[in-house]
């Protein structure tokens, strides 16, 4: 097999098993990644590029290897886009947190997140006690939306990945 075309079947094989992989290993934990959760993505990665490019460290199949990666990437997100049926099989549904002041702690249980996070992300939108919240969603991109029982609040949007980088320098 031409050098190029193993390098691109490689890579186009090793993207289809991360996105397998990570949609079997939960999406919503990418946005709360901790020091173990990044160190495992960097071993991971060190792992799968020897893998997509193989012997072939040059240039040219690094190359190769990157475009494959966003083509693929392209092309499944086009493919989402078009198909409702394989994007609610590619993505989670939202799941609802709280529900008019009333924490569903299953809920909370199934998608790891503690009472004290909870409490922190709606601190965030500025909405003192869980009783005051008309409804928080966790959203598929890992943020919680958070809408206020108080009609004159708008509704915020909080970043998980945001929360956790402030944490680092206070």
Do not use: W
């Amino acid at each position: 097999m031409d050098p190029i075309l193993n390098v691109a079947v490689r890579s186009l094989c090793v993207y289809l098993f991360m996105v397998i992989a990570i949609r079997l290993f939960g999406k919503n934990q990418l946005s709360q990644l901790n020091a173990g959760d990044v160190v495992l993505l960097l071993l991971i990665s060190n792992a799968v590029q020897n893998a997509m490019v193989g012997p072939d460290t040059s240039l040219q199949g690094g190359i190769v290897a990157a475009l494959v990666l966003f083509a693929a990437n392209f092309i499944l997100k086009r493919i989402m886009f078009s198909n409702r049926s394989f994007e609610s099989l590619m993505e989670d549904e939202p799941v609802i947190l709280i529900r008019d002041g009333i924490a569903d702690q299953a809920a909370l249980n199934r998608v790891k997140i503690t009472q004290g996070e909870l409490e922190e992300a709606i601190r965030e939108h500025g909405i003192e006690q869980i009783k005051n919240v008309k409804l928080s969603v966790l959203e598929v991109d890992g943020n919680i939306s958070v809408v206020s029982e108080d009609e004159k609040s708008k509704q915020t949007h909080y970043s998980r990945i945001k929360r956790k980088n402030k944490r680092k320098y206070h």
